[in-house]
């Protein structure tokens, strides 16, 4: 069976992790699985000597009190995302998905999403984590991390779930774009959605003939879609046309050949994954 894995960290974005999660599922007839990564900051992990100048008939005592704390402060993590992911699992349940599994595991965020097999149809995280400056809009940079690393595409959840009626893919001719169009002309994830292609940059023959085409591909396959040709700087162009057309699902390439290409890897993807109050869903 399919299936959709949605990273829970315990942070305010957990919950629209898991409402997102549900809606994703019952979309393309899919099982959820939910994933908690301890980190070595979590404790346990920590084997450095942190007793100092210390005199060595003192040393001894304060070393055993610090690997007897890292353990129980590595049992409390363990508690903690056990906690977290049995009330995400209730979450996701309540959405209407039957089969939800949970994984609890050690180590790093970007190795825990390395090599998922085709089964995985879309992995699902929040904007930003708990170690997140809200005050300065920060990034997660778990999120950048996810998807460098992430072979399936990646839905980077709003703070506040919504459940999507109009999306638009950000669409430069790239690889990446090219694979998200194909994408929402097969995957029920995007049937009845209204669908909008914007290409930013100047209007010639080819830009307008590889737009044109994305759009025949999505009317092809029966979906709504509207094409959109702008020119100015892509992070502001694709901002605009999000508040005008009240997108609420924003699909781009994580990587891609023209100016579009430098977020995640430079401005425009993570620019608009961080200022977007809509989810973004990111190919590669």
């Excluded at 994703?24 to 990564?37: K, M, N, P, T």
């Excluded at 790239?174 to 209204?194: H, I, N």
Aim: overall charge positive; charged content about 25%.
């Amino acid at each position: 069976m399919t299936r959709v894995i949605a990273l829970i960290d315990g942070s305010i974005y957990s919950t629209s992790v898991c409402e997102h999660a549900a809606w994703a599922a019952r979309r393309i007839g899919a099982s959820v699985e939910l994933l908690h990564v301890i980190g070595s900051h979590d404790g346990g992990d920590d084997a450095a000597d942190r007793s100092g100048a210390i005199g060595l008939g003192a040393r001894s005592a304060l070393l055993a009190e610090l690997a007897e704390l890292d353990g129980k402060r590595a049992k409390l993590a363990q508690q903690r995302g056990r906690l977290i992911l049995d009330d995400a699992k209730a979450r996701v349940e309540a959405g209407g998905v039957a089969e939800v599994t949970t994984r609890l595991r050690r180590g790093d965020v970007a190795d825990a999403v390395q090599g998922l097999d085709d089964d995985t149809r879309v992995v699902i995280l929040g904007k930003r984590g708990e170690a997140a400056d809200f005050a300065r809009g920060h990034l997660g940079s778990n999120t950048e991390r996810v998807v460098r690393a992430c072979n399936r595409p990646v839905l980077a959840a709003a703070r506040a779930f919504t459940p999507p009626t109009r999306c638009m893919i950000a669409f430069d001719g790239g690889t990446s774009a090219v694979k998200a169009v194909e994408m929402a002309a097969r995957s029920p994830f995007f049937a009845d959605l209204d669908i909008h292609v914007l290409s930013v940059g100047p209007d010639t023959a080819e830009t307008r003939k590889r737009l044109d085409g994305a759009a025949a591909t999505l009317s092809g396959a029966g979906r709504a879609a509207t094409a959109h040709l702008t020119q100015g700087q892509p992070e502001e162009a694709i901002a605009a046309f999000v508040d005008s057309l009240k997108i609420n699902l924003l699909v781009m390439g994580a990587y891609g050949h023209s100016r579009i290409r430098s977020l995640i890897i430079g401005s425009t993807t993570t620019e608009m994954v961080r200022s977007c109050k809509a989810p973004v869903l990111l190919f590669r």
